[in-house]
Each structure stands twice: as structure tokens, then as C-alpha cells.
């Protein structure tokens, strides 16, 4: 029977037309060559296209790094700038009514005056004495508070990488 018995390819004559390569040997083209020729030829024009594809994808990827990076500089430098601008509003709310207070104080004082030494008779200098000593512990608190409201808000500003947010709030 067949199965063991080699046969070479001239004892089969429905194939005996077909040329068969030698091993080492480059193909000759026979009838069914064409479509692998055509076949090559566009996988290497896929593989073209694919490899064009893979260096868009890689340049695309480093703008999208590029423009993350420039997107997170940007935002830290929107959030220096909407702390400061809510230190100006801040400091000149504080300016306007710093005038008031000011004046408040004086007509305070002026009020407390008369009533120490007119009213009752009293020692205008202990009035004084006192409200020289008032004055400058209430100018101590004052320069401690803007010290930190003010002031320790712009250093927080000016650190980099702290990644505490100040504690200023518009008023």
C-alpha cells in the first residue's frame, strides 16, 4: 500500500506540472506566484503604513506630554495668581477701612478724654500714660496681625512645592 512506500512528485500527475524549488534554491514563479507577489507587495505597504502610524502615535504622545506639563505650570501659576489677587482685594478692603478705624479710634479717644479729665476731674496725665501704653499694645497686635495675614501669605506664595494652600480668605 501507500503508506509505505516513498513516492517522489512524478508519480502524482495531478501536480507533476508544478515547478518545486530546490532547498537553497529561490522559487521560480509558477501559476500560483502572482497572488503572493500581490500579497507582499501590500503587507509591505501596510507594514509601511503601520510603522508611519507608530511615529505619529510616539510624537503625538510626547505633545501631549509636552502639553500636560505646560497645562500643570499653568495652573500652579493661575493658583499663585488668584491668591495674590485675593491679597490685594484683601489689603485694600483693609486700607479703606483702616481709615475708618483710624478715625474711630481718635473720636474714641477724644470722647474718653473729656469724660476722664472734665467729667470727673481727674489726672490728665495717668490718662495719657494710659493711653500711650493702650495705643502701643494695640499697635503690637495690629503689626503681629498683618505679620501673618500679609505677609506669612506671600511666603506660603513664594514657596514652591508646599502644596498647603494659604489660610487667606477674602473678607
Not at 521560480?28 to 506566484?33: L, N, R, S, T
Not at 473720636?107 to 494710659?130: E, K, M, T, Y
Amino acid at each position: 500500500s501507500h503508506l509505505g512506500s516513498r513516492r517522489t512528485i512524478s508519480s502524482y500527475p495531478e501536480i507533476a506540472h508544478l515547478t518545486v524549488p530546490r532547498v537553497g534554491c529561490r522559487p521560480i514563479m509558477a501559476v500560483g506566484d502572482a497572488g503572493i507577489a500581490r500579497a507582499k507587495e501590500e503587507l509591505d505597504g501596510t507594514m509601511g503604513v503601520m510603522r508611519d502610524n507608530m511615529k505619529l502615535l510616539a510624537e503625538r504622545e510626547a505633545k501631549l506630554h509636552s502639553l500636560d506639563d505646560k497645562s500643570a505650570a499653568l495652573q500652579g501659576t493661575a493658583d499663585k495668581f488668584s491668591k495674590r489677587a485675593r491679597m490685594v482685594n484683601w489689603k485694600t478692603k483693609l486700607s479703606a477701612a483702616g481709615l475708618a478705624i483710624g478715625a474711630g479710634l481718635v473720636l474714641a479717644w477724644c470722647i474718653c478724654w473729656a469724660l476722664h479729665v472734665h467729667v470727673h476731674r481727674r489726672n490728665p496725665w495717668s490718662f495719657i500714660a494710659g493711653s500711650l501704653v493702650l495705643a502701643l499694645a494695640i499697635w503690637c497686635v495690629w503689626r503681629q496681625f498683618l505679620a501673618r495675614r500679609l505677609f506669612g501669605a506671600e511666603e506660603d506664595d513664594d514657596s514652591e512645592g508646599s502644596g498647603s494652600s494659604s489660610s487667606s480668605e477674602s473678607a
